[in-house]
């Protein structure tokens, strides 16, 4: 089997949205959000701007000890694997009681870039697994954390591969289907609790220069995240179940 490829898809610089000029007049400041997968890439990324427009960060990492980048970051950290129940089940006991403001739902993976008949079918349910079913176990868990919470936002980071109207050349069938289904899941979430304040998102980072995205992508992970922050900010119930771009477009399903 092949090593998977790890990627955390993933707070203000002026893409898509207002600056984070001074703490003070952010939308973040003293708000409580927790990150998942947080210790490199677009996930290290959330961490660092949300942590400088003064919110209170919560960063997760599979292997807290190894996250050099996160811990130097000053923010809190803790242990997550999404797709061990157990582990979903170990943070949501060490933050009962906790009130958070918003959760980024930023891990997943992505194993193979090959046409349908190269999946391996057991890679497939990893991805699944991790990119699909891993926002459903963490937000189950701490869902009583975000009811408690003012802002009652859940951002589930997919991909512009996750369209189906705009799937015009192939290929990834498994991180395409893994993050489709995300789309669902996150439409869903927003019909269940409909009318109680919640605020659930689809977001595509664009094509961010990332293990994922390769060196020649567009957009810098610093551009990405500061866009979808700028994005989420001002959204209100009324925006949940959308499936949104970095840059605030609406994207189809």
Do not use: H
Not at 6 to 23: D, E, Q, R, T, Y
Not at 67 to 85: C, F, I, K, Y
Not at 106 to 113: C, E, P, V, Y
């Amino acid at each position: 089997m092949r090593r998977p490829l790890i990627f955390f898809l993933p707070v203000l610089l002026c893409v898509g949205g207002p600056s984070l000029a001074g703490a003070q007049d952010s939308p973040w400041q003293g708000r409580t959000v927790l990150v998942t997968g947080a210790n490199r890439g677009l996930g290290l990324e959330f961490a660092r701007q949300l942590s400088a427009a003064g919110a209170a960060v919560i960063g997760t990492a599979r292997k807290p000890e190894s996250a050099d980048e996160l811990n130097a970051l000053g923010v809190r950290v803790e242990q997550l694997d999404v797709a061990d129940p157990v582990s979903v089940a170990a943070l949501a006991e060490r933050l009962e009681g906790m009130a958070l403001d918003v959760l980024l739902n930023n891990a997943g993976i992505f194993l193979s870039q090959g046409k349908f008949w190269e999946e391996d079918p057991a890679e497939a349910l990893q991805v699944y697994d991790v990119n699909t079913l891993g926002p459903l176990r963490v937000t189950q868990a701490l869902l009583p954390n975000l009811q408690a919470g003012d802002r009652k936002m859940v951002m589930n980071m997919s991909s512009g591969l996750g369209s189906i109207a705009n799937n015009n050349r192939g290929s990834s069938a498994a991180y395409r289907a893994s993050k489709a289904a995300l789309d669902m899941l996150t439409r869903t979430m927003a019909m269940d609790l409909e009318g109680e304040g919640f605020i659930f998102i689809a977001m595509s980072p664009g094509w961010v220069r990332t293990d994922m995205g390769g060196e020649q992508a567009s957009l810098s992970p610093e551009e990405s995240v500061a866009g979808m922050l700028g994005t989420l900010a001002p959204l209100t119930p009324e925006d949940s179940g959308r499936f949104l771009s970095y840059d605030g477009k609406e994207l189809p399903w």
